[in-house]
């Protein structure tokens, strides 16, 4: 069979095509993101393990589900993050910075789980001494880990079929290529095909398929947006430079949560979980300070104390400024109107400033009473009682409305010691908890005078 290939120019965006060139993508609206890409007209995929496959009609009463159980990690933290640990015939891509520790905790996991099943490491980055070299660095079970130095996708799916892994890996597709595709690799067709067919082997040898992806500068998944929605699931591995601390949390989840965080330490023994996130999240300081308050946001399936910082300042400017840093910044725009209106403190000719200590990023509305009562601080110059945690979303009216789980958020502020705690009213408990005092507040005005 004759191929026949045209080029055209896909965004690497939205993977939008294009006959010619363009500075703007009219689909997405991003602007120098299109590249030269090559189209098979006339497309010979591999087909060596669909030769077998005889794809038929069923109704849905009659598909039996797959009854077998999760396949755990061995890796409490990267556990949680999948719901529960790896699905069989799931996909699942793995992002992050260039250093971050995707290859780490990819290897700590394969050498957990090559102790109780087949598993096939492909690396098309490093070579085989380099793994072995990391491995025994890291004191990790090295017997029954299989390596296969191999970058061509056609290669990787025969000897997947002589072999027949139950979890393959892949680190990483931007170094794979296919032939049916007369492009470099790391393209945006190269990783787009080879990941099509790297997903539906996967999908029918029922392998669990782990995918490495590099990130971009501004932080997304290199290639084309259609990468994210071939797979199943989408982490991303975060973590500051000058910060031992990692974490890494799913944007997509077909078979769990996509709010779950798993945070893990780097040290010289590799990854190690973090047994009390909350710690790293609030700092210890020596004397109280003005503009701190203590939140409990909620993670998923868990709790996670939090220290929100806020600085206003005199503004020289027209426009004074509103920087967040962990929290979205429309959202600080509102609760400043309303802090003016319903409590009569201005904030228009100052500069604002969040930050959300430790780098997680909050989208709860749990944070709303906490960041006023920061901010409150800041301009008095005077510190929140110490001990005292706050949660509790703000309505443009200026009321306090309730947030989920609100009795386990009051335990976990319990379990690390506070003695205070201001929630809205219709989360106060029925029973006093002689632990704890309970401030419940139903208006802004209220939740202002707690704090005078």
Request: proline share 5%; charged share 20%; hydrophobic share 40%.
């Given at each position: 069979?004759?191929?026949?290939?045209k080029f055209v120019y896909t965004c690497q965006k939205c993977g939008a095509e294009y006959p010619k060139w363009a500075g703007h993508c009219a689909d997405c609206g991003a602007w120098n993101s299109l590249v030269e890409d090559v189209?098979?007209?006339?497309?010979?995929?591999?087909?060596?393990?669909?030769?077998?496959?005889?794809?038929?009609?069923?109704?849905?009463?009659?598909?039996?589900?797959?009854?077998?159980?999760?396949?755990?990690?061995?890796?409490?933290?990267?556990?949680?993050?999948?719901?529960?640990?790896?699905v069989v015939g799931s996909a699942v891509l793995i992002g992050g910075d260039p250093g971050i520790g995707k290859s780490t905790l990819l290897l700590q996991a394969l050498c957990n789980l090559s102790q109780h099943h087949k598993v096939?490491?492909?690396?098309?980055?490093?070579?085989?001494?380099?793994?072995?070299?990391?491995?025994?660095?890291?004191?990790?079970?090295?017997?029954?880990?299989?390596?296969?130095?191999?970058?061509?996708?056609?290669?990787?799916?025969?000897?997947?079929?002589?072999?027949?892994?139950?979890?393959?890996?892949?680190?990483?597709?931007?170094?794979?290529?296919?032939?049916?595709?007369?492009?470099?690799?790391?393209?945006?067709?190269?990783?787009?095909?080879?990941?099509?067919?790297?997903?539906?082997?996967?999908?029918?040898?029922?392998?669990?398929?782990?995918?490495?992806?590099?990130?971009?500068?501004?932080?997304?998944?290199?290639?084309?947006?259609?990468?994210?929605?071939?797979?199943?699931?989408?982490?991303?591995?975060?973590?500051?430079?000058?910060?031992?601390?990692?974490?890494?949390?799913?944007?997509?989840?077909?078979?769990?949560?996509v709010n779950e965080l798993g945070i893990f330490a780097m040290t010289d023994r590799g990854l190690k979980e973090v047994s009390n996130p909350s710690a790293i999240f609030l700092a210890n300081h020596d004397v109280p300070i003005s503009?701190?308050?203590?939140?409990?946001?909620?993670?998923?399936?868990?709790?996670?104390?939090?220290?929100?910082?806020?600085?206003?300042?005199?503004?020289?400017?027209?426009?004074?400024?509103?920087?967040?840093?962990?929290?979205?910044?429309?959202?600080?725009?509102?609760?400043?109107?309303?802090?003016?209106?319903?409590?009569?403190?201005?904030?228009?000719?100052?500069?604002?400033?969040?930050?959300?200590?430790?780098?997680?990023?909050?989208?709860?509305?749990?944070?709303?009473?906490?960041?006023?009562?920061?901010?409150?601080?800041?301009?008095?110059?005077?510190?929140?009682?110490?001990?005292?945690?706050?949660?509790?979303?703000?309505?443009?009216?200026?009321?306090?409305?309730?947030?989920?789980?609100?009795?386990?958020?009051?335990?976990?502020?319990?379990?690390?010691?506070?003695?205070?705690?201001?929630?809205?009213?219709?989360?106060?408990?029925?029973?006093?908890?002689?632990?704890?005092?309970?401030?419940?507040?139903?208006?802004?005005?209220?939740?202002?005078?707690?704090?005078?």
């Amino acid at each position: 069979m004759s191929t026949k290939t045209k080029f055209v120019y896909t965004c690497q965006k939205c993977g939008a095509e294009y006959p010619k060139w363009a500075g703007h993508c009219a689909d997405c609206g991003a602007w120098n993101s299109l590249v030269e890409d090559v189209v098979v007209k006339s497309n010979p995929r591999f087909s060596g393990y669909l030769a077998t496959t005889t794809e038929t009609v069923s109704l849905l009463a009659e598909v039996t589900s797959d009854t077998k159980s999760r396949i755990p990690t061995s890796i409490e933290e990267l556990d949680r993050v999948l719901g529960g640990g790896l699905v069989v015939g799931s996909a699942v891509l793995i992002g992050g910075d260039p250093g971050i520790g995707k290859s780490t905790l990819l290897l700590q996991a394969l050498c957990n789980l090559s102790q109780h099943h087949k598993v096939l490491y492909i690396t098309g980055e490093e070579s085989l001494q380099q793994i072995a070299m990391r491995a025994r660095r890291l004191e990790l079970p090295e017997d029954k880990l299989f390596l296969l130095a191999e970058t061509q996708v056609e290669k990787i799916i025969n000897i997947a079929i002589q072999e027949q892994p139950e979890i393959i890996a892949i680190d990483s597709m931007q170094t794979m290529y296919t032939e049916i595709i007369p492009s470099a690799p790391g393209g945006v067709g190269q990783i787009r095909e080879c990941t099509a067919q790297l997903v539906r082997y996967a999908k029918q040898s029922k392998a669990a398929l782990f995918i490495v992806g590099h990130v971009t500068k501004e932080g997304t998944l290199a290639g084309p947006k259609v990468l994210e929605h071939m797979v199943d699931c989408v982490l991303y591995f975060e973590g500051e430079q000058d910060s031992r601390f990692r974490v890494i949390r799913a944007t997509k989840n077909r078979f769990g949560a996509v709010n779950e965080l798993g945070i893990f330490a780097m040290t010289d023994r590799g990854l190690k979980e973090v047994s009390n996130p909350s710690a790293i999240f609030l700092a210890n300081h020596d004397v109280p300070i003005s503009g701190s308050a203590i939140m409990v946001t909620w993670e998923g399936s868990r709790p996670l104390l939090v220290e929100v910082q806020a600085l206003v300042d005199d503004s020289h400017l027209t426009n004074p400024r509103r920087v967040t840093v962990g929290l979205d910044p429309n959202r600080l725009s509102i609760l400043l109107a309303v802090l003016h209106r319903h409590g009569g403190i201005p904030t228009y000719n100052q500069d604002v400033f969040i930050n959300v200590v430790g780098g997680v990023r909050i989208t709860e509305t749990a944070i709303d009473l906490a960041l006023l009562l920061a901010i409150l601080s800041s301009i008095r110059n005077r510190p929140l009682e110490q001990g005292l945690v706050v949660f509790g979303e703000v309505g443009l009216a200026g009321e306090i409305r309730p947030v989920q789980s609100g009795q386990e958020r009051i335990r976990a502020a319990i379990k690390h010691g506070f003695k205070k705690v201001i929630i809205p009213k219709a989360n106060a408990p029925k029973k006093p908890i002689p632990e704890i005092e309970i401030i419940a507040v139903k208006n802004l005005t209220e939740a202002l005078q707690a704090v005078r």
